[in-house]
């Protein structure tokens, strides 16, 4: 059978299919009904003469011919978007385009506010919808499928093309009040070792900070965790606990929490926010668009930090050259 005789909007069906690995979940990404998509992975079917999706307990797994035809099709399907966008233009000031950005609580505390003071100014008519990050969601292909772009902590793993956008480093808060910091702004590893800590939990992903503690034998103890970083200011207050947290966040809260941002008593460790998305978008010309502010905005955030980080990659530890603010000391 030659190309002539397929649809081929089957090839976003497919696609859709051995991505999601279930016949629901892609009906939902493509907005078309179950019974719809039952009869395209039918058709797919007869093509192939393969099943494609076959059933192992309670999931589907691709099979060998499927596993195969998967980077294939996502090769196919972002050289034709690439060569539809050739013709298409994306005017900001104009367009009424809406994205869907998925980012931690902490990227949105820095994020948003710069970010939306742009689009005020440049794109009034665009709008943006802001995700949470979800524990378990980052490593799945389907989900960054499903939004424009990701902004989250490095390391994560995510398929997609990414790159760095951002940088910051850890701090020490606790309540203003704790009788442990001395001389007004300084904590010690013992003190660490000894303080109950409220933690940031990422599902099966520590922050820089916990691998830090690991490295030098402390096992925080842990008698609080919440979700993100952005509720840790508030349990702190009034406490005796200490939570490790990224400065902007810290300095940004510490005024009107009561808490203190005191540096850690080790070399800085770095928290570096970087920018996932698709394949299947990264020509299209407004995501390029929203791909180039979100860096501006980043470098922005950088260069009011006096920050000129070293290029580093997952696994490589970098000592970031901040200059101290007031809130840290």
Known sequence: MGLGAIDLNLLVALEALLE????????????????????SLARLRRHFNDELL?????????????????????????????????????????????????????AMTVFVEPLLRVLAEEAPGVRIDFHPLVSGEPENETHLRCHDVMVVPLGYGLPGISETVMHDRFVCIVDRNNPRVRDGR???????????????GFGKSPTPADRQLETLGIT???????????????????????????ERLATRYEPFVGCLAVPTPFPDVPLIEALYWHH?????????????????????????ASATPAATSDDSPVVLPFARSAAAG
């Open 186 to 200: 300084r904590l010690t590893l013992r003190d660490l070792a000894e303080m109950p800590h409220a933690v940031a």
């Open 20 to 39: 999601d690995r279930n016949v629901t979940h892609a009906g939902v990404r493509l907005s078309t009904s179950q019974s719809a998509m039952s009869g």
């Open 54 to 106: 076959v059933r192992v307990g309670r999931n589907y797994e691709l099979t060998p011919l499927a596993e195969r035809l998967l980077p294939v099709v996502q090769d196919t399907l972002r050289k034709a978007e690439e060569a539809l966008s050739l013709t298409r233009q994306f005017d900001p000031a104009q367009s009424r385009q809406r994205f869907s950005v998925v980012m931690s609580d902490y």
């Open 280 to 304: 299947n978008r990264h020509t299209d010309p407004g995501h390029r668009w929203l791909r180039e502010t979100i860096r501006q905005v980043g470098a922005a955030l950088d260069d009011g």
């Open 220 to 246: 925080p103890q842990v008698q609080v965790s919440t979700p993100g970083f952005s509720v840790l200011p508030f349990l702190v207050a009034g406490t005796d606990l200490v939570a490790l947290v990224p």
